[in-house]
Nanobody, 117 residues
């Protein structure tokens, strides 16, 4: 099994920043996950991909967050990060960490990000 635990969400004013973290368990499991990503789900909307990162550090971002968000991973620390800058009210959502492995998607419990105007 793979367990993902998100943290770092909270309330922030528009233009502010937050850094989300995702811890991967058990220790060392992140080395087996090539493509990890951050997703979000806003009230009344479907879950959408925010960004993903490959083991070789290649990245992909949704158009809505390009230039503002940065995804990174630290395999030695079993961590996935999402640095969010210049936050907008439309970024308000529950953010989830995702790690596919052997045909199965693993998800964290989510962390709430609320951006006030």
């Amino acid at each position: 099994q793979v367990q993902l635990v998100e943290s770092g969400g909270g309330l922030v004013q528009a233009g502010g920043s937050l850094r989300l973290s995702c811890a991967v368990f058990p220790s060392g499991r992140i080395f087996s996950i090539n493509n990890m990503g951050w997703y979000r789900q806003a009230p009344g909307k479907q879950r959408e991909l925010v960004a993903n990162i490959f083991s070789g550090d290649g990245t992909n971002y949704a158009d809505s967050v390009k230039g503002r968000f940065t995804i990174s991973r630290d395999n030695a620390k079993n961590m996935l990060y999402l640095q969010m800058n210049s936050l907008k009210p439309e970024d308000t959502a529950v953010y989830y960490c995702n790690g596919p492995l052997w045909g199965m998607d693993y998800w964290g419990q989510g962390t709430q990000v609320t951006v006030s105007s």
